[in-house]
């Protein structure tokens, strides 16, 4: 059964259950990176970038990895998932990015809540349909 999320969440609260095997992991077209991870509970989690950097660079770094702790870094905002060959995904805004430009990265949970995060510090938890449930902060 997949884990509850309120709309009314914060990162805080999303980011601790986003762990898992990494079951995809591809660059898309322009420079996106889309990854899917599969939960405890067997759902799929989807992370997709736009406007941001990523480490490692070549998404085949992270097939046969799982996702064993997921958060924010405070000072960079930068998203850190440490993975379990002991090295780390991290994606980071990109440093152009305008205040009005579309989020950095989404994270679209099993149940449908999407945390939309950046540029800058800026997040948004909302619902797959378009509801918002959060302002940005």
């Keep these: 059964m ?3 999320i309120a709309l009314d969440s914060s990162p805080a609260n999303v980011l601790p259950e986003f762990r898992g ?7 898309a077209f322009p420079d996106v990176l889309h990854v899917e991870v599969r939960d405890a509970n067997g759902e799929l ?3 997709a970038t736009q406007d941001a950097r990523w480490s490692p660079e070549d ?5 046969g990895q799982s996702i064993m ?9 930068e998203l850190r998932c440490d993975l379990s060959d002991g090295s780390m995904l991290v994606v980071a805004s990109d440093a152009a990015s305008a205040k009005d430009d579309p989020p950095s990265w989404e ?16 997040w948004q938890i909302a619902s797959a349909d ?3 449930g959060s302002a940005m902060h």
């Design 2 to 4: 997949p884990v509850a």
């Design 21 to 27: 095997p990494i079951v995809a992991a591809q660059v």
């Design 45 to 47: 989690w989807k992370l």
């Design 59 to 63: 998404p085949q770094a992270l097939r």
């Design 69 to 77: 702790r997921a958060g924010l870094d405070p000072a960079s905002g």
């Design 107 to 122: 994270l679209i949970t099993p149940t449908g809540v999407v945390l939309e995060f950046g540029p800058g510090m800026r």
């Design 130 to 132: 378009g509801v918002t």
